[in-house]
C-alpha cells in the first residue's frame, strides 16, 4: 500500500500564478508603448516648430535684439559681432530650436495630460484639465513679463558700466556676442516661463494630495526665502531683475493657496 502524497505537493503546477504575473506586466507594457507615443507627438510637433521657426530666425533674432538697440543712447552706430565663422550659423540655430520650444509647449502640455488621464477619475480629469489649459498661458505670460520689463531696465543697467574713459585712457565700450547676447535673453525667457508654472504646480500637488493647504499657509516664510533664492540663480546679477521676479513669484505663491481648496 503506497503512501498517500504530502497534501501540499502539486504534481502538476498551477499555470494561474504564471497567468497572473502576464497580466501584471501587460499594462507596464502598454503604458511604456502610450508613452512612447506621445514622447513621439511631442518630439515630431518639436522638430516641425523648429524647422517652421529656422525660416523665420531673422525675424525672432530682431525680436530678441529689439530690447538692447532700445537701451543703446545711440543705437544707429552699435552692433553685435560673433568671433568664429560658425558662430552666427549656430546662433540662429539655437533660435529656431528655442522657438520651436516655445511653440510647441502646448501640444507637449497636451500630451502629457493625454497620458495621464486613462489614469484618472472622470472627476480628477475635470479637475486637472483647467491648469493644465493654464500652463501655456503662464508660461506665455511669464516670457512676456522678463521680455517687456526685465529686459529694458536690465539692459539699461548693464549699459551703465560703459565710460567714455579719463584723459588719455580707454573707453569702456560694450562689443556684445551675438551668441552670448542671444543665450541670456533665451535663457531668462525660459526661465520666466517656467517659473510662472508655479500656481499649476502648488495646485495639482494639492489636489493629488502630496502636499496639503495648511502646509502652504504655514511655509510662507519659506516660501520667500526658496523664491528669493531662485530668482538670484536665474536672473542677471543685479538688483532690480531679482525682485523684478520674486514679487510676481511670490504673488502667485498666494494666488495658489487662494485657488487650493481643502479636498
Not at 42 to 59: E, P, R
Not at 133 to 149: C, E, S
Amino acid at each position: 500500500m503506497t503512501a498517500n502524497p504530502h497534501p501540499n505537493s502539486n504534481p502538476h503546477p498551477n499555470p494561474l500564478p504564471e497567468r497572473e504575473r502576464e497580466l501584471e506586466k501587460q499594462p507596464l507594457i502598454e503604458h511604456l508603448i502610450e508613452m512612447r507615443r506621445r514622447v513621439g507627438y511631442c518630439l515630431l510637433a518639436f522638430m516641425v516648430a523648429t524647422i517652421v521657426s529656422y525660416g523665420f530666425a531673422g525675424d525672432i533674432y530682431a525680436f530678441l535684439v529689439q530690447p538692447l538697440a532700445d537701451a543703446f543712447p545711440d543705437p544707429q552706430h552699435r552692433r553685435l559681432i560673433y568671433t568664429g565663422l560658425t558662430e552666427a550659423f549656430f546662433a540662429y540655430l539655437k533660435l529656431a530650436v528655442f522657438a520651436g520650444f516655445f511653440l510647441s509647449f502646448p501640444v507637449i502640455a497636451a500630451q502629457l495630460y493625454l497620458f495621464l488621464a486613462p489614469g484618472l477619475y472622470k472627476r480628477e480629469r475635470g479637475a486637472i484639465v483647467p491648469y493644465l489649459a493654464a500652463a501655456p498661458v503662464l508660461f506665455f505670460i511669464g516670457a512676456a513679463f522678463v521680455y517687456y520689463l526685465i529686459f529694458p531696465a536690465a539692459w539699461r543697467f548693464f549699459l551703465g558700466f560703459e565710460s567714455p574713459g579719463a584723459a588719455g585712457g580707454l573707453p569702456i565700450q560694450l562689443e556684445a556676442k551675438v551668441s552670448d547676447y542671444l543665450n541670456l535673453s533665451m535663457h531668462l525667457i525660459i526661465a520666466f516661463g517656467l517659473s510662472f508654472q508655479l500656481p499649476v504646480v502648488l495646485v495639482l500637488l494639492v489636489k493629488s494630495g502630496l502636499i496639503s493647504l495648511t502646509t502652504l499657509k504655514r511655509g510662507r516664510r519659506y516660501a520667500i526665502v526658496i523664491i528669493v533664492t531662485v530668482a538670484a540663480f536665474i536672473t542677471p546679477p543685479d538688483i532690480f531683475s531679482q525682485i523684478a521676479l520674486s514679487i510676481p513669484l511670490y504673488v502667485l505663491y498666494e494666488i495658489s493657496i487662494l485657488l487650493c481648496k481643502e479636498r
